[in-house]
C-alpha cells in the first residue's frame, strides 16, 4: 500500500509593499532602526548599548514609561513611531542605515 502526501505551500505573510529597494548612500550620522518595544525585544539593552555613539535611533512602538524615562536620562537622539500604516514602516525601513533586532524569541513575527 503506498500512501500519499497533500502538500500546502503557505507563504510568508507580508505584505508586498515590504520589497528590495537598493540603497545608494548612508547617513553622514547613522540611524539605527529598533523594531518592537516589548521587554523581550530588548530595547534597554540597546539603550545602554548605542548610548555612547553617535547616531540617531528611531524606534517602532509604543514606549512604556521606564523606556521614555532611561531615554531622556541616556541623552540618545531619538524618534518613535507607533501605529503607522504599512507604507510608513516600509519608508522607515528604507531611511535607516541599520535594523536592531535583538529579540530573546520570537513566535509567528516578522521582522
Not at 6 to 21: D, L, T
Not at 33 to 60: C, P, Q, W, Y
Not at 84 to 91: H, S, T
Not at 92 to 110: A, H, N, Q
Request: net charge negative; glycine share 6%.
Amino acid at each position: 500500500m503506498c500512501i500519499t502526501w497533500q502538500i500546502k505551500v503557505i507563504h510568508n505573510p507580508i505584505s508586498p509593499i515590504f520589497r528590495y529597494a537598493p540603497r545608494g548612500s548612508v547617513n553622514e550620522c547613522p540611524i539605527i532602526l529598533h523594531v518592537g518595544t516589548a521587554s523581550h525585544k530588548n530595547l534597554d539593552k540597546v539603550i545602554t548599548a548605542v548610548s555612547d555613539l553617535e547616531m540617531e535611533l528611531f524606534i517602532l512602538g509604543p514606549l512604556s514609561s521606564s523606556q521614555q524615562l532611561l531615554l531622556d536620562r541616556s541623552g540618545i537622539r531619538y524618534q518613535s513611531f507607533s501605529g503607522l500604516p504599512y507604507e510608513e514602516v516600509y519608508e522607515l525601513y528604507r531611511k535607516v542605515d541599520i535594523i536592531s533586532f535583538p529579540s530573546d524569541y520570537e513566535g509567528f513575527g516578522m521582522p
